[in-house]
């Protein structure tokens, strides 16, 4: 196997649909970006998403193709990160059996960023707490950060791309990682201690103006939409409601379409749109127009270059599959270095 001396970076995608431009902006620009400094493993985090979509399997298997696609289509190089795939790396699950022996279940009560999911599912009632008000919580989402963290090590990753909402995760990586060396390296650092990179990156909001993002509440854009999806969900958004007709003034600060002109448009039209709309130059329709524009021209090649991968599925597995492979390589080294540490490395089978 070849060695690359680059720092290692793990992030991934949970697979429960198709990537749109939120995880566009906070992610995969960022993750293409670094794929050439550093050695980059990409992990479609299969078994985390069935945490919550259990009852879709079909839906998670049919995702991973759609996520390994929209992360090529926007430029992710096989050649220099890998692609793999969650659920066939077993030495994952195996290090998610290990740090559950010395991780307190406080740890993983407090985890704010849990909390705030499980609310977000319907699986704790809004006073309750992780511990308290969990009827409907499961013992694979409670527990899914401890799997995060051995997503981290498996590929013993120095720094993992992160939003800020994401930091309580590394936070709980990193003390596992020390309770780990502390309590089986005998002085050695058996795995390494991984960082959070955050970015700033800008924070979408869907179109609509709600928090929740989905193509089912029609207020997200798919990476692979066609200008008929893009010009629909651009439709929808929600602008100013005091600017009923064209020349009425307008206040783009409280407008979806604006926002997205921000992170999307040239800083000159977005100036200029500004300026139009204050003064009722400038009405909604032709003002959505111009963003669907905007963003179609920007997704255009990526749509091109996920139909090369479309017509060609088997490609894409066989990108996966050398992925995973080679993932699932370093997974077992480190599954051997952790097993020797605990003393558990009796024969081989
Ligand atoms: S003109 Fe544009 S920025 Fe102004 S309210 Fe309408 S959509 Fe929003």
Request: hydrophobic share 35%; charged share 25%; proline share 4%.
């Amino acid at each position: 196997m070849k060695v690359s001396r680059k720092k290692r970076i793990l992030t991934g995608d949970r697979p429960t649909g198709k990537l749109h431009l939120g995880h566009y902006v906070g992610s995969l620009i960022n993750r293409v970006k670094l794929q050439h400094d550093y050695d980059t493993f990409l992990l479609i985090a299969d078994v985390q998403a069935l945490t919550t979509h259990w009852e879709q399997p079909e839906l998670i298997r049919e995702s991973v193709m759609d996520v390994a696609m929209d992360n090529l289509a926007v430029g992710v190089d096989p050649e220099v990160a890998t692609l793999c795939v969650q659920s066939m790396i077993p030495e994952i699950a195996e290090l998610t059996v290990f740090y559950g022996l010395f991780t307190h279940m406080n740890k993983l009560r407090h985890n704010p960023t849990t909390k705030a999911e499980a609310l977000q599912y319907g699986m704790i009632h809004e006073n309750g707490d992780l511990m308290t008000g969990f009827d409907q919580l499961t013992y694979g989402f409670f527990g899914y950060p401890l799997s995060q963290a051995a997503d981290i090590t498996f590929v013993r990753a120095h720094l993992v791309p992160v939003g800020e909402d994401q930091k309580p995760h590394i936070e709980l990586t990193r003390d596992i990682v020390k309770k780990f060396n502390e309590l089986y390296g005998r002085g050695k650092e058996i795995i390494p201690m991984p960082e959070a990179l955050v970015s700033d990156v800008p924070r979408l909001t869907a179109l609509d103006g709600g928090t929740k993002m989905s193509k089912s509440l029609g207020n997200v854009i798919n990476i692979s939409d066609s200008y008929d999806e893009i010009r629909s969900t651009v439709w929808k958004a929600v602008t100013d409601p005091q600017k009923i007709r064209k020349n009425d003034a307008g206040h783009p600060d409280i407008c979806n379409v604006f926002k997205y002109h921000k992170i999307f448009n040239t800083e000159e039209d977005v100036a200029t749109i500004e300026q139009d709309c204050r003064s009722g130059a400038l009405g909604c329709v032709e003002c959505k127009g111009r963003l669907t524009d905007v963003l179609h021209g920007m997704l255009a090649p990526f749509r091109e270059r996920r139909k090369g991968y479309e017509a060609h599925p088997e490609r894409v597995e066989e990108i996966l599959r050398e992925g995973t492979k080679k993932a699932r390589r370093i997974g077992q080294e480190t599954v051997a270095m952790v097993k020797e540490a605990l003393k558990v490395d009796y024969f081989a089978v």
